[in-house]
């Protein structure tokens, strides 16, 4: 099985700040990655999907980046909405989640 | 609009089974596969399974195998999971969502509380 690995598993940060959260996959899974934001007893919400697409609705301050093995969630300025836990998936031909990280205040 | 929507909280015995269904609207339930999640507190999101809506095909983590079976009902639109060899362990939320290609899983249930205890 592919596991995905995500870090930091807690990141603390300011409003504005710029804060990337990365995420390795065990081998290879081309761009077959999503990130889901999850608030405290919400259900997740996809924000990125194959790797770098922006979910329709998601803010234009998420971004996705990267292939093969190793890929990077980016919010260009961090607001008081995106304070919650963040969880990169393989999907398309196996499935599995990072850990998580959750981005709490400074 | 679409909606996923699970049934009610069970509470269930160490041993025991539990059955949780997922019925959607909004869309053609055989045109997207529904996948199963499960988040214990506290912990991180883990994938258990998904079907085909249209064939009836599945996959299994490996983590269930052998206790996880994931069925569906075609005229009634409704997916549904059933897990068996309860233990407390398996105390969490359980969601299903859909499966949009390559968009992910970008509707997901309100999620279904099962609590294990003796």
């Known amino acids: 099985d592919i596991q995905m690995t995500q870090s930091p598993s807690t990141l603390s940060a300011s409003v504005g700040d710029r804060v990337t959260i990365t995420c390795r996959a065990s081998?290879?899974?081309?761009?077959?990655l999503a990130w889901y934001q999850q608030k405290p007893g919400k259900v997740p919400q996809v924000l990125i999907y194959?790797?770098?697409s922006l979910e329709s609705g998601v803010p234009s301050r998420f971004s996705g980046s990267g292939s093969g093995t190793e890929f990077t969630l980016t919010i260009s300025s961090l607001q008081p909405d995106d304070f919650a836990t963040y969880y990169c998936?393989?999907?398309?031909?196996?499935?599995?989640f990072g850990q998580g990280t959750k981005v709490e205040i400074k | 609009q679409v909606q996923l929507v699970q049934s009610e909280a069970e509470v269930k015995k160490p041993g025991a089974s539990v059955k949780i269904s997922c019925e959607i609207s909004?869309?053609?339930?055989?045109?997207?596969?529904i996948h199963w999640v499960r988040q214990a507190p506290g912990q991180r999101l883990e994938w258990m399974g998904w079907?085909?809506?249209?064939?009836?095909?599945?996959k299994y983590s490996q983590s269930f195998q052998g206790r996880l079976t994931i069925t569906r009902d075609t005229s009634a639109s409704t997916g549904y999971m059933q897990l068996n060899s309860l233990r407390s362990e398996d105390t969490a939320l359980y969601f299903c969502a859909r499966w949009y290609g390559e968009k992910a899983l970008d509707y997901w249930g309100q999620g279904t509380l099962v609590t294990v205890s003796s």
């Open positions: 194959k790797a770098s």
């Open positions: 909004g869309y053609v339930f055989s045109d997207h596969g």
């Open positions: 998936q393989h999907y398309n031909t196996n499935w599995a």
């Open positions: 079907i085909n809506t249209a064939t009836g095909n599945t």
């Open positions: 081998q290879s899974i081309s761009v077959w």
